[in-house]
Every structure is written in structure tokens, then in C-alpha cells.
């Protein structure tokens, strides 16, 4: 079965240091990668999308995917009470449909 | 431009009861998915649709049934309630060019 696993934390970093949040995924033909952040009691949202090896960058958010060793995750710079949240991996697993595969989740507290 | 909307918010079902969840869509995506989300897990997908006319079966869709008529809806019935469904339901959609999903505010379900 194709899964999808992160630490379920929480994860406490105090505000302004670098969150990391951690991803990997069983599926070797996966092509696509997601990050979506979930508020308590609200829907997810996507925060970030990659597809290739390497780093993709957007504001303080820093998506990084390592294909070889099935390895996503996410870097959040001078990280803000905010950003306290659960971040849910999502992937794309070979194959033609879009079904995206979710993680449990990583909750991460920002300490003021 | 609502993006995606579900109805009702919340509901309290007794055991054996039936209903249905709406989902409606306004950004004229082919791709349209229902999850359920348990405490401290990730999303489940129990069945989705790549268009109208045309659904299928995902991991969990054991007690419910779905139908697509339109481009827009898709609702999520539910025919013998069980306390096993107790859980919050998303919808979501995306189109058929790009994977990015984009979720419903979400039903939260009790079943008692």
C-alpha cells in the first residue's frame, strides 16, 4: 500500500527560528509533492507544491524534495505564532489520476 | 467566486438515520474528491469523480455512495449512519491540468 508517513509531533520552536517539518513516501514513481496547512477546526490550504529534485522557494517557506531517498519536506524561516498549524504531506502517486495521498500530519507550536 | 462550498456545517445523526452532504464547486473543475478526516489523522479519500457521470471508489468507501451529475456538485450520501462515521468530511476539486487541490470549509458529523 502506498503511504505516506511524518512525525506527528507537536513540534515547538520558538518564534523566530527555523521549523523543519520531515516527509518521506513509499511510492518510488511519485511525481508530484504537496504541503498543505490546516488551522485547527479549518479546512487545509496549500502552502507549497514541488516536482523536482532540489529546492523550491516562496517567501519563508522552503519546499525541498529528494526523490532518491523519498524524502519532501518543508523549512519555515522566522517562523511566527501563525504559523502554528498542522502541515499535511501530500502526494501524487504514479498513475493518471490526481488522488493525492495524505500524511497524518505534523503539528508545530510557535512559541511566543 | 465562492471556490468550493459544503452544506451543513454540522450535523447530528442517531444511528440508522440517512443524509447527504452537498458540495458544490464554481471554478468549473472536472476533478472533485470527498475525504473524511478522523482526530489526529490525515485525510481518508472514500470517492471521487474526474467528471460528470464518472465516479470511483477510494480507501475507505464502506457506508456511503456518491453521484455527479453536474460539473458542480457532488453530493456524498450517507444511507445507514453508523457511529464509526462520526468524523469531519471535506470536499474537494481541481482541474484536469494542474493537481493542486482546493478544499471545502467542511461538514463535521456526529453520530450518536
Known amino acids: 500500500q502506498k503511504e505516506v508517513e511524518q512525525n506527528s509531533g507537536p513540534l515547538s520552536v520558538p518564534e523566530g527560528a527555523i521549523a523543519s517539518l520531515n516527509c518521506t513516501y513509499s511510492d518510488r514513481g511519485s511525481q508530484s509533492f504537496f504541503w498543505y496547512r490546516q488551522y485547527s477546526g479549518k479546512s487545509p490550504e496549500l502552502i507549497m507544491s514541488?516536482?523536482?529534485?532540489g529546492d523550491k522557494e516562496d517567501g519563508r517557506f522552503t519546499a525541498q524534495l529528494n526523490k532518491a531517498s523519498q524524502y519532501v519536506s518543508l523549512l519555515i524561516r522566522d517562523s511566527q505564532p501563525s504559523d502554528s498549524a498542522t502541515y499535511l504531506c501530500?502526494?501524487?502517486?504514479?498513475?493518471?489520476?490526481?488522488?493525492?495521498?495524505f500524511g497524518t500530519g505534523t503539528l508545530l507550536a510557535v512559541q511566543p | 467566486n465562492a471556490g468550493v462550498t459544503q452544506t451543513p456545517k454540522f450535523r447530528i445523526l442517531k444511528i440508522g438515520q440517512s443524509m447527504t452532504l452537498q458540495c458544490t464547486q464554481d471554478?468549473?473543475?472536472?476533478?472533485m474528491y470527498w475525504y473524511r478526516q478522523d482526530p489526529g489523522m490525515g485525510l481518508k479519500l472514500i470517492y471521487y469523480?474526474?467528471?460528470?457521470?464518472?465516479?470511483d471508489k477510494g480507501e475507505v468507501p464502506n457506508g456511503y455512495n456518491v453521484s455527479r451529475s453536474t460539473t458542480e456538485d457532488f453530493p456524498l450520501r450517507l444511507e445507514l449512519a453508523a457511529p464509526s462515521q462520526t468524523s469531519v468530511y471535506f470536499c474537494?476539486?481541481?482541474?484536469?491540468?494542474?493537481?493542486?487541490?482546493?478544499f471545502g470549509p467542511g461538514t463535521r458529523l456526529l453520530v450518536l
Open positions: 501530500a502526494v501524487k502517486p504514479g498513475g493518471a489520476t490526481n488522488k493525492l495521498i
Open positions: 514541488i516536482y523536482s529534485n
Open positions: 471554478m468549473n473543475h472536472n476533478y
Open positions: 474537494a476539486s481541481s482541474s484536469s491540468d494542474k493537481e493542486t487541490q482546493y
Open positions: 469523480s474526474v467528471g460528470a457521470g464518472i465516479t
